[in-house]
């Protein structure tokens, strides 16, 4: 279930979870800080090759909203922050490579080029 103005909207699990981890660009990002730990945010954007700037923040924004990244800022000059998972993020991974290994045969099936992520 979900709070939308005040009302209750009823969902399924399945589209609870899509919502949070629907989209272009949200499984790429929780995949590379698998991979990586710990990424700044121009690591990010030189790792999801086709992302903007402002859809970066904006998916970064949600990703935290939905506690699957965290975000910790160092106070200092130049401004530096830094991007991790959360347990809930990591909870993820497993169903990620799934679909990750998936996409990979359905590729190879139509003899795709396999972009190594």
């Known amino acids: ?4 103005n005040n009302s209750v909207e009823v969902i399924c699990p399945l589209d609870y979870a899509f919502r ?3 989209g272009k660009y949200k499984g790429r990002i929780l995949w ?3 991979s990586n730990e710990v990424m700044r945010y121009g690591e ?5 090759t086709d992302i903007t700037t402002k859809m970066l923040t904006q998916t970064l924004r949600e990703l935290e909203e939905d506690a699957l ?4 800022v160092y ?4 401004p530096k922050v ?3 998972l959360t347990d809930e993020g990591a909870e993820m991974l ?4 799934y679909l990750r290994h998936w996409g990979a045969k359905q590729m190879e099936k139509r003899e795709m080029v396999d972009l190594k992520c």
């Open 1 to 4: 279930m979900s709070k939308k």
């Open 20 to 22: 949070r981890i629907g």
């Open 32 to 34: 590379y800080l698998k």
């Open 44 to 48: 990010l954007k030189r790792a999801v």
């Open 69 to 72: 990244i965290s975000r910790k």
């Open 75 to 78: 106070h200092e000059l130049p």
């Open 82 to 84: 830094e991007y991790s």
């Open 94 to 97: 497993p169903f990620i490579d």
